[in-house]
């Protein structure tokens, strides 16, 4: 099949080649008033029978641009399009496949113009940090959504997850005239809206909202996509229901409904499912299986799920400049799932083997609301307030038996233990933001102020039996009621102050930052009095009450500076910190201790042109250690690894620097992306173990150093346009990281390093309206190493492999596969190391394209399993779990829109005309 399905492709791809005509049009844009060049100005080619586009570029910083492509028409159309310049336009002829126009000058006075001039929109238009694209510039099918349109703009890619990049950047965040659609999901946003009414996409960087008042530099690295909606369909209601019945008992469910009334927006979302989705999905063909297919291992996950979610979103604009945000969630779901765990655990002298078998069942509710209210008061002042709460309520019942071997295989120890857990946790976190402007060359204040405020009420119901062999034998028997809270408080604040050194480029920031972190931990153990059958007897040794603060203040001081090309800022801060800890059972644990340090943060970044640029950065952060690793407290809640803090740890000093390189022509449809960080990390929090003779563990914390990290990333990806509706996509990867850890093993201190690399590539054909072929693979390698001599190096090695193909013949079907295959050499006998899990869905548009009934196959193959191996210094595990077996579903979906009909009226002989 594969070779036929290759043959397929290169006839296809042999094809196309021969029926297009490759071109290069250059040239270089000036202003015909003062001869200096024009950057960042649209120059693009349609066809003349339709006027689709062919290719665009946008000048360089010297006005020079280039279009190259392929295609069977002997003439195009040539337009260059500039903010506040007349639109050229020019017939070219193809006779010659190298044609330079020489200089082009673009003139103020539309009269001026010896060639014809047009009124036209340019498909991409530069306005300082945003590219906007032209929604009528991009051909799609008639019914596409926003999804399908951001595909075919240039430098776009979007994985079968839905994630987006732009020019190699992730998109963090899609916004809809503005503001945020429906939470922080962007497939909600991208696969539901349809794109007929979107006028413009804009792509720009991600900020904050005070940042973006003030005219700030983004601290991300990513880019924000808003949606712009024509006007006409900014008034309406659109949606979409769908569900679905399937074997064995599966089922699918969604709904959602939308009202625009121009700034105000109303949507409402519910769904339900039980075939491990986790968050809403109408089940269509591109997210049919819902969840993360790069969470799961063979197609797997852990366990099988049932949810039901519900949600509602409101945005609205009051009044000039009184915004409005808010939106609710509730989800409940069950889970249920049985694993099994192999574990070759390693020391220095000697090794033991521990297997486990464990089931589960869990039910969770959770409520979230949020808020954003955004006023500003004048152009100068803008207040931001986001409170979010949230309320959730658990139960889990545990069952798990344990038993370890010495390298005899003679049992040791053994455990059965029995668990009923209900937890009810509640949160809420408000974020103040107050911004006042000054002057015209940035100057600002700026204070910030976030509360949080989280509370987790647990009953635990526990019953174990621990067996302990050999010449100590023992049996620890637990039958415990255990009431735990858990109280937490959050106060920070910081106070920024920016005064302009030079201009609007150089700025010198002046802060101060406090926070607080309490956290009250009170657990109280009672066992079973076995005379009245209560859990009367209260357990001290099993018992906690503690409070821990941690108070840390920060004045910092930050240099920044930019221009057309870079910018580069350093901040310095001088950290005070209080840690203490009172333990109200334990008196004598009680502790007090003051730290200072110095952070440091460097960024630079600098744009070589619109296509390339470099930034890098360094860091240096200083972490407390937590609660559990300082409080000199004896936890022996296992009975076979007792826990204890230690009250002389350090803070964590974590040095990370990273660089990144970015370069994108998506005249060329190339695309290099290069990433490297590095960490370094002073007294480090490790555990630190001895194990006796009964292989039963006594942990402490020690601080390490000598510990780093090397992780980069590099792609390459080509776009090849062979002709107007024929692309291939390549793309290949690596990732290499290579770590250094420090660690104990029996109380033996020893370093282990571990060396990874990760090589990809993928192959997307994409032949518009009739198919698209997508094959990706991927490997891993990993070694470690270690300097004891008991230690052995460890290799490992993994192979997958993705295809996934789609067939939109004959007109109105769509066939969708999605094929992997895993193999990993390594895995233990008795767990499966190889597996082939192939989904696939067949649909069928009815009702003029509204209606979609869709067959889908789950796992066709029946062969799905998540079977793992883990390797670490100290054990080699593995492990399997309960999956979703095969399963046949059939589905049906409509849609319903009426976007813009509001805004119309129709005349008598059926034309339409805007109502006023």
């Known amino acids: 099949m594969k070779y036929f399905v290759l043959s397929i492709l290169l006839v296809f791809t042999t094809f196309a080649f021969s029926q297009s005509k490759s071109f290069q049009i250059t040239g270089k844009l000036i202003s015909a008033e003062d001869n200096q060049p024009l950057e960042a100005a649209t120059v693009y080619v349609e066809r003349l029978k339709d006027s689709s586009l062919v290719t665009y570029n946008i000048t360089d910083f010297d006005g020079g641009f280039s279009l190259e492509n392929q295609t069977s028409d002997s003439k195009l159309k040539l337009l260059i399009s500039y903010v506040g310049y007349q639109t050229y336009s020019k017939i070219i002829n193809l006779s010659d496949s190298e044609i330079n126009l020489g200089t082009v000058e673009m003139r103020l006075d539309a009269n001026a113009l010896n060639e014809v001039v047009i009124t036209s929109t340019a498909p991409i238009t530069i306005k300082k940090d945003t590219m906007e694209f032209n929604a009528n510039s991009f051909k799609t099918k008639k019914d596409a959504n926003v999804e399908d349109l951001l595909k075919e703009l240039p430098g776009v890619e979007i994985d079968e997850e839905g994630g987006i990049t732009v020019n190699g950047k992730d998109v963090d965040k899609v916004l809809v005239n503005g503001k945020p659609f429906f939470g922080d999901d962007p497939t909600i946003t991208t696969r539901n809206l349809t794109k007929d009414i979107i006028e413009k996409i804009q792509v720009l960087d991600t900020k904050t909202k005070d940042q973006a008042f003030t005219g700030e530099e983004s601290d991300s690295e990513n880019k924000t996509v808003n949606l712009v909606i024509k006007e006409e369909n900014n008034k309406g209601v659109f949606g979409r229901v769908a569900g679905g019945v399937g074997t064995d008992e599966r089922y699918e469910f969604a709904g959602m409904f939308n009202r625009f009334d121009n700034d105000q927006r109303i949507s409402v979302l519910a769904g339900g499912n039980n075939v491990n989705s986790p968050g809403f999905s109408f089940g269509e063909i591109r997210k049919m299986f819902g969840g993360s297919i790069d969470s799961r291992s063979f197609g797997g996950g852990q366990g099988i799920t049932t949810s039901k979610n519900f949600g509602t979103n409101y945005a609205d604009e009051f009044s000039e400049g009184r915004d409005i945000t808010a939106n609710y969630f509730y989800s409940e779901s069950s889970s249920e799932n049985k694993s099994t765990r192999d574990r070759e655990n390693i020391l220095p002298d000697s090794r033991y083997f521990t297997n486990s078998n464990s089931s589960s069942y869990s039910d969770n509710k959770n409520h979230k609301m949020n808020l954003e209210y955004d006023i500003e008061i004048d152009s100068t002042l803008l207040i931001n307030i986001e409170p979010r709460f949230s309320y959730t309520n658990s139960r889990t019942v545990y069952n798990e038996d344990e038993a370890s071997s010495d390298a005899s295989n003679v049992l040791t120890n053994e455990s059965v233990s029995i668990s009923d857990v209900e937890t009810i946790g509640r949160n809420f976190n408000n974020d103040i933001d107050v911004t006042k402007r000054f002057g015209t060359k940035g100057a600002f204040v700026k204070f910030s102020l976030e509360n949080e405020f989280d509370s987790r009420d647990r009953d635990d119901y526990l019953n174990s039996e621990t067996n302990i062999y050999g010449d100590n034998s023992e049996t620890i028997v637990r039958d415990q009621f255990t009431d735990e809270k858990r109280d937490i408080t959050n106060f920070n604040s910081q106070l920024t102050y920016r005064m302009p050194l030079v201009g609007r480029s150089f700025y010198v920031d002046l802060k101060y930052q406090y926070n607080r972190n309490k956290q009250e931990d009170v657990k109280s153990t009672y066992d079973k009095d076995v005379n009245t059958g209560e859990f009367t007897d209260f357990n001290t040794d099993l018992s906690t009450s503690f409070e821990y603060i941690n108070e840390t203040t920060s004045p910092a001081v930050e240099l920044e500076y930019r221009d057309k090309k870079m910018s580069t800022s350093f901040e310095t801060s001088y950290l005070f910190r209080n840690l203490k800890s009172k333990d109200n059972l334990r008196p004598i644990l009680n502790l007090n201790r003051d730290f200072e340090a110095v952070e440091l943060r460097y960024r630079f970044r600098y744009r070589f042109s619109t296509k390339e640029s470099f930034s890098l950065g360094y860091t240096l952060n200083n972490d407390a250690p937590q609660i559990n690793q300082l409080q000199a407290f004896q936890n022996v809640s296992n009975p076979l690894n007792t826990v204890i803090g230690n009250p002389n740890l350090n803070p964590e000093s974590n040095h990370s620097i990273y660089m990144r390189y970015n370069s994108y022509d998506f005249q060329k449809g190339s695309g290099f992306y290069g990433y490297l960080r590095a960490n370094f990390e002073e007294n480090k929090v490790v555990s630190k173990s001895t194990i006796n003779e009964d292989l039963v563990k006594e942990t402490t914390y020690a601080n390490v150093d000598g510990s780093y990290g090397y992780y980069g990333f590099m792609s390459y990806n080509k776009k090849v346009r062979l002709d107007s509706i024929r692309t291939v996509d390549v793309n290949i990867g690596i990732g290499p990281n290579v770590s250094r850890n420090i660690n104990f093993n029996n109380d033996v201190k020893y370093a282990s390093q571990n060396v990874s690399l990760a090589p990809s590539a993928a192959l997307r054909f994409i032949w518009k309206d009739v198919m698209e072929f997508n094959p990706r693979y991927s490997m891993s390698f990993t ?50 190391n190889s597996a082939w899990f192939w989904n696939t869905t067949l649909a069928y548009s009815v009702l003029e394209d509204q209606g979609t009934v869709t067959l889908k196959a789950y796992d066709l193959l029946n062969q799905n399993t998540n079977a793992r191996r883990i390797a670490t210094a100290n054990y080699i595990e593995d492990s399997e779990s309960t999956v979703l077996q095969q399963y046949f579903m059939l589905s049906f979906s409509w849609k319903f829109n009426s976007l813009g009909s509001a805004a119309y009226e129709t005349d008598d002989r059926g034309g339409r005309y805007r109502r006023r």
Do not use: C, M
Request: charged share 25%; hydrophobic share 30%.
């Open 783 to 832: 070694k470690s190493s270690y300097d004891i001599e008991r230690f052995e190096d460890q290799e490992f090695v993994n192979h997958s492999l993705n295809l996934n193909t789609a067939t939109f013949l004959p007109k109105k079907f769509e066939w969708r596969n999605d094929i992997q295959f895993n193999y990993n050499p390594n895995i233990a006998p008795g767990f499966q």
